[in-house]
């Protein structure tokens, strides 16, 4: 059938697109308007005076029509059929006219219509496309739901914004009134919040323009210290002729998103802070810092007293913790204001809320546990004006506090690798300054990272045979414990090499291979299978932020000669020494630089020259002279230019050298930075005298009577018996053993200092003679006899030496 009843439904308001149409009493078509010529494309002409039938698609269904009519239904679907021969769904409304209805009706409805003489009007129909029809069924009711739901706040307004309708939820809290219809805004909002909304929706419905998404706490005029965060949406309805009829406008409440956001902010921020610093104090100071004023008023933060030393905290006999106050943000309430240094006994578990932090009503406390340890405790108070802590609030502190106990417990293994490290390098590095017959020496050393103060940078002054010095000044890759452990090892390499006398070049040679094996060395596979091998988050952490752990090294080596008055040096990669005369003149030595050690199989040079008595001589590391730029040209003329200032080399070593590095920054620096400054001394001419002995047993005599003479001029005469029978013993064995020519040196410099030199390289070996033996005490002999004896190997042979010690002349 292709018309039929619809119980409900409706047309939408009389437009362009409603026909009307009126029937006789015959169901003939007695009038046709301009709207029902428009919507079959049929003319009145056409059509009145033609069945109605006639204008179905299909004219059989016209009895169930007139039946379905004559029951009292008034509304309906059907096809018909237009001008163009196409199909064209409707739905329809009837009127019956002049009792037309069958049913003594009354009339619905008069007007002008087009109809011919002689036929009494029935009926008055109208119709619409069905698809215009379900369309504004759709809106009708998609407009009373928006209305009738809670979620989103729906009003409308006038043109002078006075709100005509709205729905129940429009702002469901305190202090707006049940009825809305005619009042503003600004009636019973806050003047300052209902002011900048106002403006808003002036503008929509000046310009038309919709307003999307605006945010605006609103506050009622009731209750002030209240609020919500609402979104507003706007646009303007236009009546059909464009004439303004007002706005609508959506508010939503957003309140409780913000607040995750400004949650979830705060614990972006909260963990950023605290996890910026390895200081125990510091992390502490951010962590209060961090949680005022976005969570509380006041934020306190109390911590086990042996957290801040690095070591566990432990309860007591009776299970408490002694907790003090480190860290305080925040105004306290009126007379309850923190004090730094007050303790608190707290019981484990300690409780996750609390009252009465800082003389607030409402309070929360969480534990900063890490690890299975209980490190402190964090407690947070605010203003009642503030509301109530929720229970987001609770669980936020809780997350807060968690990541904060990491980041205390980190700073807290951290101080404790720290004091080790620091201990282990200051047990590692000789006296700042000391003082020697050869040389005034003193070191300065600044760290790359300051928050550990420890690196691989060393520097040592090394006293030899000869009133000879040693000065080193190395740096190992890396920072950290990782490369103290390294200087370690190679200073105690540098040192044990140097006691053996070797010429800087073959010096650096043993101590390449040495670290050549060092970097071979495999790891100890247990210390991968270990359940508790240190290395925890805290190790991976430092690794990540350490890559440069491997072993490797550069390192200057200089030994200078009071007696010669010489200088002899050289470099395993590293930048040459800057040499000062007391003129003021500054010049850096031409070293060759060999390799880095570890590299091997490339040879060093070494390089000599002659040093004034007053020079000062400065070792350095490549921390000193880098600069951002990588310049290390402007950063060597920068230490010639603190050299060479007036008065420099005149004053304080120690003075000078921080006066080198202090255009350093406080941090951040690249690499350690470490300065040696010696300023040379000579031994005078007349302390010194020197001369040959024939190969002959017999010169031996002549030899101790111009020892005896030497000692008679300096005033050593109770030097005289030890020194000849040491020198006896020296000599007869050079003569006996290596042949001539055989030297002999004397040298007053603090000590007196014998020394026999022989061409042979046969290394001289103390033994314990038997009973029957005939010979081999005499290096017994002299090692009991002197403070200490040695010897040395040069290009032309080898020197034995022995030292006495005297004291003051009387």
């Known amino acids: 059938m292709n018309g039929t009843s ?33 919507l079959l494309g049929r003319s009145a002409a056409d ?8 204008l179905l698609a299909n004219p059989l269904s016209w009895p169930a029509l007139v039946q379905a009519y004559a029951q009292g239904e008034r509304r309906g679907e059907a096809v018909l059929r237009t001008g163009g021969g196409d199909d064209l769904p409707v739905v329809f409304k009837t009127f019956g006219l002049n009792g037309g209805d069958g049913h003594g009706g009354a009339r619905e409805h ?10 009494e009007a029935w009926c008055l129909v109208l119709a619409a496309p069905a698809a215009l029809a379900t369309r504004w069924n759709q809106d009708r009711a998609f407009i009373n739901e928006l209305f009738l739901q809670d979620r989103v706040g729906l009003a409308v307004f006038d043109p002078g914004l006075r709100l005509l309708r709205t729905n129940t939820h429009l702002l469901p809290y305190t202090g707006v009134p049940p009825d809305l219809r005619g009042r503003r805004l600004s009636d019973f909002l806050w003047p300052g919040d209902a002011a900048p909304v106002e403006a808003q929706l002036r503008g929509v419905l000046r310009t038309g323009r919709p307003l999307v998404g605006a945010e605006q706490l609103l506050r009622t005029v009731e209750d002030p210290a209240g609020g919500v965060f609402i979104t507003i949406s706007a646009f303007r309805l236009q009546a059909p002729d464009g004439r303004v009829l007002g706005l609508t406008a959506l508010f939503t409440d957003v309140t409780e998103l913000r607040r995750s956001g400004e949650r979830l902010a705060l614990l972006h921020h909260a963990t950023a802070s605290v996890s910026g610093s390895l200081s125990v104090k510091d992390t502490c100071a951010e962590l209060a810092a961090a949680l005022v004023p976005g969570l509380a008023d006041l934020a306190v933060v109390e911590i086990a ?5 690095g070591e566990e905290p432990l309860p007591d006999g009776e299970g408490r913790l002694v907790l003090r106050r480190t860290a305080v943000a925040g105004q306290p309430a009126e007379g309850d204001g923190p004090r730094a240094s007050s303790v608190a006994r707290v019981a484990p578990p300690i409780a996750d809320t609390g009252t009465g932090t800082g003389g607030y009503p409402m309070t929360m406390t969480a534990l900063l546990r890490a690890r299975g340890l209980i490190l402190g405790r964090v407690s947070v108070g ?9 229970k987001a609030d609770h669980d936020l502190l809780r997350e807060i506090a968690d990541r904060a106990a990491l980041a205390l417990d980190n700073a807290r293994r951290f101080a404790r690798e720290h004091r080790a490290a620091v201990g282990l390098q200051r047990a590692m590095l000789p006296p700042r300054q000391t003082e020697t017959v050869a040389a005034t020496t003193s070191g300065t050393y600044l760290p790359a990272n300051t928050s550990t103060g420890v690196g691989g940078d060393w520097f040592d002054v090394i006293p030899l045979s000869s009133a000879r010095v040693a000065l080193v000044v190395g740096d190992v890759v890396g920072h950290g414990l990782a490369a103290t452990a390294t200087m370690g090892r190679l200073r105690t390499a540098v040192r044990t090499l140097a006691d053996l006398d070797l010429e800087p070049d073959e010096l650096l040679t043993h101590l390449d291979d040495l670290v050549a094996q060092l970097v071979a060395e495999p790891e100890d596979p247990a210390d991968e299978d270990s359940e508790d091998d240190g290395r925890d988050a805290w190790d991976d952490g430092w690794r990540d932020r350490n ?3 491997s072993t490797g090294a550069t390192c200057a080596y200089a030994i200078y000669d009071p007696v010669s008055r010489t200088c002899v040096v050289a470099s395993a990669g590293h930048p040459p020494p800057a040499v000062a005369d007391p003129q003021g003149n500054v010049s850096y030595l031409p070293v060759d630089p060999g390799p880095p050690l570890g590299v091997g199989g490339l040879p060093f040079e070494t390089t000599e020259a002659d040093v004034a008595p007053g020079t000062v001589i400065a070792l350095y590391t490549n921390g000193l002279i880098e600069n951002r730029d990588g310049d290390l040209e402007a950063g060597m003329a920068e230490l010639a230019g603190h050299l060479a200032r007036p008065g420099a080399l005149g004053g304080s070593l120690r003075d000078l050298g921080r006066e080198i590095v202090a255009g350093r920054p406080a941090a951040g620096l690249g690499d350690d930075v470490t300065v040696l400054l010696a300023r040379t001394r000579a031994v005078p001419a007349e302390d010194v005298a020197a001369w040959e002995v024939e ?18 001029t300096w005033g050593l005469e109770e030097l005289a018996f030890t020194t000849e029978l040491v020198l006896t013993e020296l000599v007869t064995n050079a003569i006996r053993y290596a042949g001539g020519p055989v030297r002999i040196r004397l040298i007053r410099a603090g000590r007196l200092i014998c020394e026999v030199s022989d061409p042979s390289a046969t290394h001289p070996r103390m033994r314990r003679a038997r009973l029957t033996d005939e010979g081999g005490r005499g290096l017994y002999l002299v090692a009991q006899l002197t403070t200490r004896w040695g010897s040395r190997y040069s290009r032309s042979g080898k020197t034995i030496w022995a030292e006495q010690e005297f004291g003051p002349p009387a």
């Open 382 to 390: 605010r203003h009642a004006d503030r509301g109530l802590y929720e």
């Open 47 to 54: 059509v009145v005076g033609r069945p109605a039938r006639a």
């Open 6 to 38: 619809v119980p409900g439904g409706g047309l939408p308001p009389f437009s362009e697109e409603t026909a009307v149409a009126l029937l006789d009493t015959r169901g003939v078509v007695s009038g046709w308007t301009p709207e029902a010529r428009a």
């Open 547 to 549: 890559p440069s752990t």
């Open 695 to 712: 190969a002959d047993p017999a010169a031996v005599g002549t030899m101790r009577e111009t020892a005896a003479a030497h000692l008679r």
């Open 305 to 309: 007293d042996t957290v801040s030393s």
């Open 110 to 119: 008069r007007g002008h219509r087009e109809h011919r003489a002689g036929d």
